[in-house]
T-cell receptor, first 117, second 114 residues
C-alpha cells in the first residue's frame, strides 16, 4: 500500500515552454500533497503544500505564478512549470499524506527529472 | 520544528548492523522523530518514526534516548541496497495547517561495502 506515482519520470523541454507533472496516490486518498525540488547533491526543498479543493500554500521565495499547482481530487495533484528556463532544471518530487493514517506519514513519488534546454 | 544534526557520511560492512545517530537537543515534548532515506535519483522512502518509546518495524529499529535529545536508527543487517542518504527529521504532531511539513536537512550518506 501507500504508493505514489509521478508522470512523467523524465522530461526534456525547450526554454520558454510549460511542463506539467502529475502526482497520484494509487491506493489511498490524499487530502494533502507536497511538492519538493532537489538540485544535484542538495537536499529536498519544499516548494508548496497542496490541499484538495483549495489553493496551494507556497514556501517563501517560490513564485506561485511560475509553479502552478492544482489538486483537483483526492488522488491527483499537478505541478505546472510555466515558461521554463534552464535554471528550473531539477528533480521534482511529490509526496502525499494518507488521510487514513493519524500519524501523518508522507509517502513520496519516484520523482520527475526536468531538463530545460 | 527542532533542528537535527547528523554525521555527513558513514560506512558499514555488508551484513553488519548500521547505527545512524541523530541529535535533536531542542526537541519539544510533542515532536516526533521521523526517519526517511533516499536512494540515488529516487524519491525518499519512509522508514520509521517515534515519539518517546523505541520502535521496530520490518525495516529498522529506532532507539530514542530517555531525554529525547538524540536517537539512533538501526538497520540490523545492512545490505548493498541500503546504501542511501538517511534523513532524521523532527516534526510536531498535527494540529492543522502546515504541521505535516517535513524539513529535510543534509542527512547521512550511508555506504554499505561488500
Amino acid at each position: 500500500g501507500a504508493v505514489v506515482s509521478q508522470h512523467p519520470s523524465r522530461v526534456i523541454c525547450k526554454s520558454g515552454t510549460s511542463v506539467k507533472i502529475e502526482c497520484r496516490s494509487l491506493d489511498f486518498q490524499a487530502t494533502t500533497m507536497f511538492w519538493y525540488r532537489q538540485f544535484p547533491k542538495k537536499s529536498l526543498m519544499l516548494m508548496a503544500t497542496s490541499n484538495e479543493g483549495s489553493k496551494a500554500t507556497y514556501e517563501q521565495g517560490v513564485e506561485k505564478d511560475k509553479f502552478l499547482i492544482n489538486h483537483a481530487s483526492l488522488t491527483l495533484s499537478t505541478l505546472t512549470v510555466t515558461s521554463a528556463h534552464p535554471e528550473d532544471s531539477s528533480f521534482y518530487i511529490c509526496s502525499a499524506r494518507d488521510r487514513g493514517l493519524a500519524g501523518g506519514e508522507q509517502f513520496f513519488g519516484p520523482g520527475t527529472r526536468l531538463t530545460v534546454l | 520544528d527542532a533542528k537535527t544534526t547528523q554525521p555527513t557520511s558513514m560506512d558499514c560492512a555488508e551484513g553488519r548492523a548500521a547505527n545512524l545517530p541523530c541529535n535533536h537537543s531542542t526537541i519539544s515534548g510533542n515532536e516526533y522523530v521521523y526517519w526517511y532515506r533516499q536512494i540515488h535519483s529516487q524519491g525518499p522512502q519512509y522508514i520509521i518514526h517515534g515519539l518517546k518509546n523505541n520502535e521496530t518495524n520490518e525495516m529498522a529499529s529506532l532507539i530514542i534516548t530517555e531525554d529525547r535529545k538524540s536517537s539512533t536508527l538501526i538497520l540490523p543487517h545492512a545490505t548493498l541496497r541500503d546504501t542511501a542518504v538517511y534523513y532524521c527529521i523532527v516534526r510536531g504532531a498535527y494540529s492543522g495547517g502546515s504541521n505535516y511539513k517535513l524539513t529535510f536537512g543534509k542527512g547521512t550518506l550511508l555506504t554499505v561495502n561488500p
